[in-house]
């Protein structure tokens, strides 16, 4: 039932009128674990704002200049993007 579940709502986020894809042609691997590197790859292929996360292992984008990808907390996220 879990598969069957995820399977719809990606089909559904896939599907939305705001989405777009995005193929990554560069592999800059900027970050130990090897794993997440395919989200500093997409954020640079897509030329995104920020990426949100609270895993210490992107800290390490602070100290990249090229490409330069910054990294939020939630909290830092809703201070930026939702303050009133």
């Known amino acids: 039932m ?16 705001n989405i777009e ?9 900027l970050l130990k674990d ?11 292929a897509c030329n995104a ?5 609270h895993d210490t292992d992107f800290n390490v984008l ?5 490409p330069k990808v910054n990294c939020l907390d939630t909290a830092q996220f809703k201070d930026l993007f939702f303050s009133i």
């Not at 879990?2 to 009128?17: K, P, Y």
């Not at 704002?49 to 996360?53: P, Q, R």
């Not at 602070?62 to 090229?66: D, E, L, P, R, T």
Request: net charge negative; proline share 0%; aromatic share 10%.
């Open 2 to 17: 879990g598969h069957t579940a995820s399977e719809s709502l990606l089909g559904l986020i896939e599907n939305l009128s």
């Open 21 to 29: 894809l995005v193929t990554s042609y560069f592999k800059f691997g």
């Open 34 to 44: 090897l794993d997440d590197n395919k989200f500093v790859d997409c954020a640079i």
């Open 49 to 53: 704002t920020c990426i949100v996360t």
């Open 62 to 66: 602070k100290s990249v200049a090229f």
